[in-house]
């Protein structure tokens, strides 16, 4: 049990800021591919032994292999803790249906909680764009054996073994069917592991049904190695999905429609396997090239077998079971694998004398409800992840970590107050725990309190000085401030704890752009990338810092790159958008906006630019209503309040204009274009005294100006101050550049007029 708190206090105990945007990439797949092409359609990103999974996650190697993802093995070096993490290709997730539907599924998975015959999942996350579902590790024997597929290749079960096997088995999925699953689609000798005392461990609850709704599948796909056909899919008619050894008929037309029966149907197959030391009772001719044809016919053979060609017969006494699990109309079959149990174990004791009973299950633990908070808050489900943290609490409130773990469920709901108190409580009942120090300092980085983040940075770092991540989160905290150069060492001292960090080097990166270092900047930028070419947010500030040098076509090129890693980031499609302004293309940014909008509805900064684009579209009403949407997300968004002022200025709406400006420059009294642009619009309303005071406000500001200056004269010709018009109007001729040559000539042709007088 201590193992396992330990296992949950690895990294998800820190919010990171400046965390990339996550969504799978987009992947190339092999459609038909023939034997051994699971290697083939492998995820284009595999980590290799020694490589870092996210932050924490040592791979130390591959578990299994399929053309739908793999598992790697994996050491927490945070927790200790030796698990498997498994991981589904994200082109099988790059629809937002399937992708949330997958997270259901395996919560669903992850609610299961602890069972002595299902493999237990602990958490979904997100790690650069893919999805990982962290599992129990089931470590093989002296042998090497840990799964049924593995003991019907190499040491086939005798009978007395395969009904212990089999009546665990029903056991498990009794359980699994009245905590929610509905159909398992994917049962099979490699998803029934074997642990080390010989018992079964039920794995892989979900997958199957979730991609069973993908729709990025056209065709056929098929998943083969070493001569055996995996997971796979077909579009052509409904949606198949599963393995087709094991498929009963009609989960090759609707897989989403299966029930308890299918897997019934599925287990017989296992169940014939066992009795048959490991045949399978149909099999078509495998593929014999990659051809789409070869895959089609594949296919409709195996659907075939299973719907119509008769059961080959077996000399065993697991026939009679075999049988009626195989039946092709599924309310011909076992009903309930409480059913199939009954039958098993009246065998079994009369074979063997020996009676398996159903495992008594336990309540939940305070530590298994701080587990299960963690899963929910890994998923987005910050208010159930709260109701599971209360429990823990409830059971033990001395529980620091719980308390920890609230107050970021707490944040991630915006509930800052309210989280502050949780780590204040975290921290007196475990003086020596970093995490909500750093967890505390977040909080108050949300609420602006930027030096008492620091102060908890550095007693976090007290605790803990080679904590890599409390570094680079302390160098954004002070980068927040515009105290860059300070930000900058805290960089280089995560660097220097951890030179492969490319989130510290994609900072470093911001902070030498705040330095005006642009080179430099572009080079950790590089690094970044180097380090994790899928880093969609260092490709998009290389962007940015190119956009802010000018050249915008080069910023336009690293934004579209960072899309290919991260298409549904609002963020990035709105920057873009801000790149095709600058080069005037305002179709194309407003489209850019639109999906940006799209993704985020409540974006102010796509609605400021969508405003933008219909504003040069000459669209003045429709860039209006974008400006106050906006505001409406953002009441202190100062480019919105701007663009406001001006477009309703150029409308002719004076008073609200002044309005807009008055307000905006409540928020920045510095401004010195807000000041100018309100003078203009008092000018406009005949305001003159008011419009000159504005004008001279702004130039006090900035007093080379030489609009500021022109208008200042416009207004004092107005009111008769000849002297002092006659000095604004110089001061336009002396200051303005060759492109101010409207107001350079009206300026020119006044002062002859009033000098001349």
């Given at each position: 049990?201590?193992?396992?708190?330990?296992?949950?206090?690895?990294?998800?105990?820190?919010?990171?800021?400046?965390?990339?945007?996550?969504?799978?990439?987009?992947?190339?797949?092999?459609?038909?591919?023939?034997?051994?092409?699971?290697?083939?359609?492998?995820?284009?990103?595999?980590?290799?032994?020694?490589?870092?999974i996210g932050r924490d996650y040592r791979v130390y190697g591959v578990l299994g292999i399929g053309g739908f993802g793999l598992v790697y093995l994996v050491y927490s070096h945070t927790s200790g803790t030796v698990f498997a993490l498994k991981t589904v290709r994200d082109d099988f997730l790059d629809d937002a249906e399937t992708r949330e539907r997958f997270r259901r599924e395996a919560q669903v998975w992850v609610d299961l909680g602890r069972h002595p015959y299902l493999v237990r999942a602990y958490y979904v996350d997100d790690i650069r764009g893919r999805l990982f579902i962290a599992m129990e590790y089931i470590a093989p024997n002296e042998q090497g054996l840990n799964s049924l597929e593995g003991y019907l290749t190499s040491r086939p079960p005798d009978l007395a073994q395969?009904?212990?096997?089999?009546?665990?088995?029903?056991?498990?999925?009794?359980?699994?069917?009245?905590?929610?699953?509905?159909?398992?689609?994917?049962?099979?000798?490699?998803?029934?592991?074997?642990?080390?005392?010989?018992?079964?461990?039920?794995?892989?609850?979900?997958?199957?049904?979730?991609?069973?709704?993908?729709?990025?599948?056209?065709?056929?796909?098929?998943?083969?190695?070493?001569?055996?056909?995996?997971?796979?899919?077909?579009?052509?008619?409904?949606?198949?999905?599963?393995?087709?050894?094991?498929?009963?008929?009609?989960?090759?037309?609707?897989?989403?429609?299966?029930?308890?029966?299918?897997?019934?149907?599925?287990?017989?197959?296992?169940?014939?396997?066992?009795?048959?030391?490991?045949?399978?009772?149909?099999?078509?001719?495998?593929?014999?090239?990659?051809?789409?044809?070869?895959?089609?016919?594949?296919?409709?053979?195996?659907?075939?077998?299973?719907?119509?060609?008769?059961?080959?017969?077996?000399?065993?006494?697991?026939?009679?079971?075999?049988?009626?699990?195989?039946?092709?109309?599924?309310?011909?079959?076992?009903?309930?694998?409480?059913?199939?149990?009954?039958?098993?174990?009246?065998?079994?004791?009369?074979?063997?004398?020996?009676?398996?009973?159903?495992?008594?299950?336990?309540?939940?633990?305070?530590?298994?409800?701080?587990?299960?908070?963690?899963?929910?808050?890994?998923?987005?489900?910050?208010?159930?992840?709260?109701?599971?943290?209360?429990?823990?609490?409830?059971?033990?409130?001395?529980?620091?970590?719980?308390?920890?773990?609230?107050?970021?469920?707490?944040?991630?709901?915006?509930?800052?107050?309210?989280?502050?108190?949780?780590?204040?409580?975290?921290?007196?009942?475990?003086?020596?725990?970093?995490?909500?120090?750093?967890?505390?300092?977040?909080?108050?980085?949300?609420?602006?309190?930027?030096?008492?983040?620091?102060?908890?940075?550095?007693?976090?770092?007290?605790?803990?000085?080679?904590?890599?991540?409390?570094?680079?989160?302390?160098?954004?905290?002070?980068?927040?401030?515009?105290?860059?150069?300070?930000?900058?060492?805290?960089?280089?001292?995560?660097?220097?704890?951890?030179?492969?960090?490319?989130?510290?080097?994609?900072?470093?990166?911001?902070?030498?752009?705040?330095?005006?270092?642009?080179?430099?900047?572009?080079?950790?930028?590089?690094?970044?990338?180097?380090?994790?070419?899928?880093?969609?947010?260092?490709?998009?500030?290389?962007?940015?810092?190119?956009?802010?040098?000018?050249?915008?076509?080069?910023?336009?090129?690293?934004?579209?790159?960072?899309?290919?890693?991260?298409?549904?980031?609002?963020?990035?499609?709105?920057?873009?958008?801000?790149?095709?302004?600058?080069?005037?293309?305002?179709?194309?940014?407003?489209?850019?906006?639109?999906?940006?909008?799209?993704?985020?509805?409540?974006?102010?900064?796509?609605?400021?630019?969508?405003?933008?684009?219909?504003?040069?579209?000459?669209?003045?009403?429709?860039?209006?209503?974008?400006?106050?949407?906006?505001?409406?997300?953002?009441?202190?968004?100062?480019?919105?309040?701007?663009?406001?002022?001006?477009?309703?200025?150029?409308?002719?709406?004076?008073?609200?204009?002044?309005?807009?400006?008055?307000?905006?420059?409540?928020?920045?009294?510095?401004?010195?274009?807000?000041?100018?642009?309100?003078?203009?619009?008092?000018?406009?309303?005949?305001?003159?005294?008011?419009?000159?005071?504005?004008?001279?406000?702004?130039?006090?500001?900035?007093?080379?100006?030489?609009?500021?200056?022109?208008?200042?004269?416009?207004?004092?010709?107005?009111?008769?101050?000849?002297?002092?018009?006659?000095?604004?109007?110089?001061?336009?001729?002396?200051?303005?550049?060759?492109?101010?040559?409207?107001?350079?000539?009206?300026?020119?042709?006044?002062?002859?007029?009033?000098?001349?007088?």
């Amino acid at each position: 049990m201590k193992i396992f708190k330990q296992f949950f206090r690895r990294n998800f105990r820190y919010l990171w800021w400046d965390r990339p945007p996550e969504l799978g990439n987009n992947r190339t797949e092999v459609r038909t591919p023939g034997k051994d092409s699971a290697a083939q359609s492998l995820p284009s990103v595999v980590y290799k032994k020694g490589e870092i999974i996210g932050r924490d996650y040592r791979v130390y190697g591959v578990l299994g292999i399929g053309g739908f993802g793999l598992v790697y093995l994996v050491y927490s070096h945070t927790s200790g803790t030796v698990f498997a993490l498994k991981t589904v290709r994200d082109d099988f997730l790059d629809d937002a249906e399937t992708r949330e539907r997958f997270r259901r599924e395996a919560q669903v998975w992850v609610d299961l909680g602890r069972h002595p015959y299902l493999v237990r999942a602990y958490y979904v996350d997100d790690i650069r764009g893919r999805l990982f579902i962290a599992m129990e590790y089931i470590a093989p024997n002296e042998q090497g054996l840990n799964s049924l597929e593995g003991y019907l290749t190499s040491r086939p079960p005798d009978l007395a073994q395969s009904l212990r096997w089999s009546v665990q088995f029903c056991h498990g999925m009794e359980y699994a069917y009245t905590r929610g699953i509905l159909c398992h689609r994917d049962i099979k000798p490699s998803n029934i592991l074997i642990s080390k005392d010989r018992m079964v461990k039920i794995s892989d609850f979900g997958l199957a049904g979730a991609l069973a709704t993908s729709k990025s599948r056209p065709g056929i796909t098929l998943s083969i190695r070493d001569d055996r056909v995996g997971l796979s899919c077909q579009t052509l008619r409904g949606t198949g999905f599963g393995t087709p050894g094991y498929m009963p008929a009609e989960q090759f037309k609707s897989a989403a429609e299966c029930d308890e029966r299918s897997d019934i149907y599925a287990f017989g197959v296992v169940l014939y396997q066992m009795a048959s030391g490991g045949k399978l009772p149909f099999l078509a001719v495998l593929p014999r090239d990659n051809s789409e044809a070869e895959a089609v016919r594949f296919w409709i053979e195996m659907y075939k077998r299973h719907s119509e060609y008769p059961i080959p017969r077996l000399n065993s006494p697991l026939f009679r079971m075999i049988e009626r699990c195989l039946q092709k109309d599924p309310r011909r079959r076992y009903q309930t694998f409480a059913d199939l149990s009954s039958d098993l174990e009246m065998l079994l004791m009369n074979y063997t004398g020996e009676v398996i009973r159903p495992p008594e299950l336990k309540a939940l633990e305070a530590w298994e409800w701080s587990n299960k908070g963690l899963s929910l808050y890994a998923l987005g489900q910050h208010s159930e992840a709260i109701q599971c943290l209360d429990q823990a609490l409830a059971l033990d409130p001395l529980d620091a970590g719980a308390w920890n773990d609230k107050g970021r469920s707490l944040s991630a709901l915006g509930r800052f107050e309210e989280a502050l108190g949780c780590y204040d409580r975290a921290v007196e009942l475990d003086q020596g725990y970093s995490y909500p120090w750093v967890n505390k300092a977040l909080a108050l980085q949300a609420l602006r309190r930027y030096e008492e983040a620091l102060r908890c940075y550095d007693d976090a770092l007290k605790l803990d000085p080679r904590a890599a991540w409390t570094w680079n989160n302390k160098g954004l905290c002070l980068h927040g401030l515009g105290r860059f150069s300070e930000s900058l060492s805290c960089y280089d001292e995560a660097l220097k704890l951890d030179p492969r960090n490319s989130y510290a080097w994609n900072n470093k990166g911001l902070s030498l752009q705040g330095l005006g270092r642009l080179e430099e900047a572009l080079s950790c930028f590089d690094r970044a990338l180097e380090l994790d070419p899928g880093y969609s947010a260092a490709w998009q500030n290389k962007g940015l810092s190119l956009r802010h040098a000018g050249r915008v076509t080069d910023a336009l090129y690293y934004f579209d790159k960072a899309l290919e890693f991260d298409p549904r980031d609002a963020k990035l499609w709105s920057n873009k958008a801000s790149a095709l302004l600058a080069l005037g293309r305002y179709e194309e940014a407003l489209g850019c906006c639109d999906i940006a909008l799209e993704l985020k509805a409540e974006y102010a900064h796509a609605w400021n630019n969508k405003g933008i684009c219909l504003k040069g579209l000459g669209r003045g009403e429709e860039a209006l209503r974008c400006y106050d949407r906006a505001l409406q997300h953002d009441p202190l968004h100062l480019n919105a309040w701007h663009n406001k002022g001006n477009i309703l200025h150029e409308l002719g709406h004076f008073e609200e204009a002044v309005d807009c400006y008055r307000h905006l420059l409540q928020l920045d009294p510095r401004n010195s274009w807000t000041w100018l642009n309100k003078g203009r619009s008092l000018h406009s309303l005949g305001r003159l005294r008011e419009a000159l005071h504005c004008y001279d406000e702004s130039l006090k500001l900035h007093p080379y100006d030489p609009l500021a200056w022109y208008n200042k004269g416009l207004a004092e010709d107005k009111l008769g101050q000849r002297h002092d018009a006659v000095y604004s109007f110089q001061q336009v001729v002396k200051l303005a550049p060759p492109d101010y040559r409207d107001e350079i000539q009206y300026s020119r042709r006044r002062l002859q007029e009033l000098e001349g007088g």
